[in-house]
């Protein structure tokens, strides 16, 4: 935190200086392939985040293409050697996490901090998650086109032991940031709205994000983690080896946070959740040793 009303900004990405050259950029344009990666490709992926709006879809594209975390001189090393570049979906969500700084930013991302929390209650991390999670699972019902009445949404919640204020808090934020969505179109949260949906970045936040490396280490600090122990032994070093370790120690964070929700098919699902990012994990450790 800077002192009291200075301005704080994030560090940016440096630039990586390369000159602007038209037949290299078009170039670049024309051979980048943005290809699929274990059932989860970069068109999915942005097809999920711009919630079906083609514009965004391609602005969201033209965003990663010229991202300085993307490594523009490797890709054209590769262009110049194969005729082409794959632009994995890993690559993509790295770009869209930090955009163009180097940590992690809630006001600049266009995913949200499922594990953000406001008051000093393990549960709480889980709170965003369990309630796109929830809804989720209604989102094949054609009888009702996937909405649920928020009053029935409050209730499931209040029955895990979560307050009115904090659930409100929640659903505001989730339709802020485009992760649900009203049965009547609305720009803003307000009293008069009945029944949400999950949208396809909702969807995209739980069903594969939270369970990949990237996600979990963008969002370690920007969590604020309760538990001494646990906070103490979060290195800020950014080597590789660190963030791995780091990250296993935040999944083993979660894991004791999670007994805190009174219901046991949540933590079993997010045993799921962990046991998947761990897989991960273990593939990132395996190409590091290589």
Not at 211 to 228: G, K, L, N, R, S
Not at 237 to 244: F, K, S, Y
Request: hydrophobic share 40%.
């Amino acid at each position: 935190m800077g002192e009291k009303g200075a301005v704080v900004t994030s560090p940016g990405v440096s630039s990586k200086r390369i000159s602007f050259d038209l037949p290299r950029v078009a170039q670049l344009l024309e051979s980048c392939v943005f290809a699929a990666r274990k059932g989860h490709g970069i068109i999915p992926m942005l097809e999920a985040v711009s919630n079906g709006n083609i514009r965004r879809l391609l602005d969201l594209a033209k965003a990663i293409l010229t991202s300085n975390h993307l490594d523009t001189q490797k890709i054209l090393n590769y262009i110049e050697s194969d005729g082409r570049y794959v632009v994995p979906d890993y690559e993509g969500v790295k770009t869209l996490l930090y955009g163009d700084y180097m940590h992690y930013d809630p006001l600049k991302s266009v995913f949200i901090n499922l594990f953000d929390i406001r008051h000093s209650d393990p549960k709480e991390h889980f709170l965003r998650y369990i309630i796109l999670r929830h809804l989720t699972r209604f989102f094949g019902d054609s009888e009702n086109r996937g909405y649920v009445r928020v009053h029935s949404i409050r209730q499931y919640l209040a029955h895990l032991g979560y307050c009115r204020m904090d659930v409100d808090d929640a659903l505001r934020y989730l339709h802020q940031m485009k992760c649900v969505r009203a049965s009547v179109e609305a720009d803003e949260w307000s009293d008069a709205i009945e029944q949400l949906r999950v949208t396809s970045l909702g969807r995209y936040h739980v069903n594969y994000l939270v369970a990949t490396f990237q996600y979990i280490d963008a969002m370690v600090f920007d969590t604020p983690i309760i538990d001494d122990e646990y906070r103490s032994s979060l290195n800020e070093r950014t080597d590789i080896t660190t963030r791995v370790a780091r990250t296993k120690r935040m999944l083993d964070y979660l894991d004791a946070a999670v007994g805190s929700v009174s219901d046991a098919s949540v933590a079993a699902n997010w045993q799921e959740v962990a046991k998947a990012a761990r897989i991960e994990i273990a593939e990132v450790e395996a190409a590091i040793a290589r």
